[in-house]
């Protein structure tokens, strides 16, 4: 203000100066003359002016938004106006962009400000709050949203004001990017809560609208979450765009929602795990065998908790009067249809959850697994009957095991009402391992150790067996030149057995035929004949094989026999000339040497052999032909 005051005043000066047509007095003084010059006139007039030039202009940076508020006018706002739109005192709706702006006296005025340009970042959205606008009507607390195509115009402060923007917060967002916007008009909201509602893959957005769009006929429609019972969750839903719970749920994606106006609630719609397990101690026999095979039992306990993330904790049952805990797993999943309805009566999963489902399963679980059974009939032999047939009888501790998929169809059939009446879909219902009291177990698990220890035995005895037999190949293996040396010699054997056999057979056919032979000359010589012959025969054989006998039977024997006509008579005349013979000297002997290939026989030994040999053959002949002679006489 100051600088526009000085401006004008020096623009006057100078003017006057210009326009003084006196001179100068002569003689005055030097300054004098200057400062009354026409030059010093031009120079003050154009100091005056380029001081009140720099008071009417504005440069706005380029992230900047320019802002006026005016100062000096002979109007004021109109009542409950924030902006002037014609020039009145106060903020102006007009904003100033980037660049040079040339505006009369602007900095005298208005009070000029700058803003930063407004970014929205991705994945957010700005929240808008009209400061100023036409009254919002009775029964609304938030302006309905503008069309994306008409967001451009409305964000103008004049076309808001001038086309029925109301004051108060918006339902339209800005969407990410970056926008010049009159923060006189606008208050903008950008944090943390107002990020983009994403709806994950697997889920759906059920939306709780609490604006309306003009122009939809919003009527109230009771959807049921099951056509077939009468007893499922029923909630009013509403068309989109209407105040209440959408009947349409929002699919996976990104959505830029207002969250004053409405309120998302995602619901998972893939298969969830709900698990009942753990909240009890778990008794076990354990069952071991010592070194003589003898079995004997260990009890220990175990405390089973409650995972952090199961449903609940294990369900007891009461069967046979045992309290058996259950642990059982439930495999759930939500219909993208019926996601409304489960947030419209309870308020999501969870509480279905928590409110409906898992009392329902304890319930069931405890009617069905303590009451009864349907099992399907068996055979003898444990086949199952053909066609089949069921049997309905009280449930047995052991069933919880040997017939558990009989348990689970039941429960599982009931369960799935439940779940359809609350509009959620049972999947599966699997039972766990059941704690059965181990005193019930222990007398099945005994038997199943013994028939283990028994078929342990038996291949323990089959492999021993096989050892033995392995060593039996490997000892002959090791001792097999000493086997194939004793077949060799039992080959022998045989073949000596064989041999001495025929030999035997030869003998015995020999004795035979000199069996008939001498019955034979006993027939002809007569029976004493025949055995003087023998021991005759006898003899020489013995003198055959001692030579040094002779000298003793020539000295027994007589060297002339005198006897009857038998043959034997002159056989023992020819042997005792024989001995005769022999010992005479060897000069007198007629034979005048040995025998022809024979070594000098000693005299002193008696006859030699070979001249006894001749001796006996010589008797032999005298007694056969005697005894031929006699035999054709007679």
């Known amino acids: ?46 100091i005056g002016g380029f001081m009140l030039l720099s008071s009417s202009f504005i440069l706005v940076d380029a992230n900047s938004v320019g802002h006026l508020k005016r100062i000096y006018a002979f109007e004021e706002l109109p009542e409950g106006r924030i902006l002037a739109l014609d020039g009145e005192k106060g903020p102006q709706a007009q904003i100033l962009g980037p660049g040079f702006h040339f505006i009369p006296l602007v900095r005298v005025l208005y009070d000029f400000e700058e803003w930063d340009v407004v970014t929205i970042p991705e994945g957010y959205y700005g929240q808008l709050t009209a400061l100023d606008g036409d009254a919002m009507p009775s029964g ?223 319930s069931i679980v405890r009617n069905v697994a303590g009451a009864s059974i349907r099992v399907q009939d068996k055979n003898a032999d444990g086949t199952p009957v053909q066609p089949a047939t069921y049997t309905v009888r009280p449930t047995k501790v052991l069933d919880l095991i040997e017939n558990r998929d009989a348990l689970e169809q039941t429960i599982e059939q009931q369960i799935k009402i439940e779940g359809n009446k609350a509009g959620v879909d049972i999947r599966e219902i699997r039972l766990g391992e059941p704690a059965i009291p181990p005193e019930l177990l222990v007398s099945r698990l005994r038997v199943q150790l013994a028939d283990q220890l028994s078929t342990a035995y038996e291949r323990e005895t089959d492999a021993q ?98 006897g009857g006509d038998s043959g034997f008579a002159g056989a023992a005349a020819l042997l005792g000339a024989s001995l005769g013979q022999a010992q005479q000297p060897a000069a007198n002997r007629t034979s005048g040497g040995q025998e022809s290939g024979s070594a000098e026989w000693p005299a002193s030994l008696g006859p030699s052999p070979v001249s006894l040999s001749s001796s006996l053959r010589t008797a032999r002949k005298a007694s056969s032909t005697r005894g031929t002679r006699s035999r054709c006489r007679s």
């Open 1 to 46: 203000m100051l600088g526009v005051i000085i401006g004008i005043v020096a623009i006057l000066l100078g003017a006057s100066i210009i326009l003084r047509r006196a001179g100068v007095p002569a003689g005055g003084h030097r300054l004098v003359q200057i400062f009354s010059s026409r030059f010093m006139g031009i120079i003050l007039v154009l």
């Open 140 to 362: 609304m607390f938030m302006a309905p949203a503008i069309a994306d195509a008409d967001v451009g115009d409305m964000l103008k402060a004049d076309s808001f004001l001038t086309k029925g923007g109301l004051r108060g917060p918006q339902e339209t967002v800005l969407k990410p990017g970056q926008y010049r916007l009159n923060r006189y008009l606008f208050d903008i909201r950008l944090d943390e809560n107002t990020n983009a509602t994403i709806i994950p893959a697997g889920h759906v957005g059920v939306v709780k609208s609490n604006v309306s769009q003009p122009g939809i006929n919003c009527i109230e429609e009771e959807v049921s979450a099951s056509s077939v019972s009468r007893e499922a969750l029923t909630v009013p839903l509403v068309p989109r765009g209407c105040v209440g719970i959408w009947k349409d749920p929002l699919f996976p994606g990104a959505y830029y929602l207002n969250r004053q106006a409405y309120e998302v609630t995602l619901v998972d719609t893939r298969v969830q795990t709900w698990e009942y397990k753990g909240g009890y101690v778990k008794r076990i026999i354990d069952l071991s065998v010592d070194q003589q095979g003898n079995i004997q039992q260990n009890e220990r306990s175990v405390q089973e908790q409650i995972p952090s993330d199961a449903a609940d904790r294990a369900v007891y049952v009461k069967v046979e009067g045992w309290d058996i805990p259950l642990e059982l797993r439930a495999l759930v999943q939500v219909d993208p249809d019926n996601a409304p309805v489960v947030v419209g009566s309870v308020g999501g999963l969870e509480e279905i959850e928590n409110r409906i489902l898992t009392p329902a399963i304890r």
């Open 465 to 562: 067996q096989k050892r033995i037999e392995t060593e039996q190949a490997r000892s002959t293996a090791d001792e097999q030149p000493r086997l194939v040396e004793a077949q060799i010699a039992v080959q022998v054997a045989n073949q000596r057995e064989q041999e001495r056999a025929a030999l035997g057979r030869a003998e015995r056919q020999y004795l035979e035929e000199l069996a008939r032979g001498q019955r034979a000359q006993v027939d002809v010589l007569g029976q004493d004949r025949v055995a003087l012959l023998q021991a005759l025969e006898k003899l020489l054989t013995s003198l055959e094989r001692k030579p040094e006998l002779v000298g003793l039977v020539g000295k027994l024997v007589p060297n002339t026999v005198v």
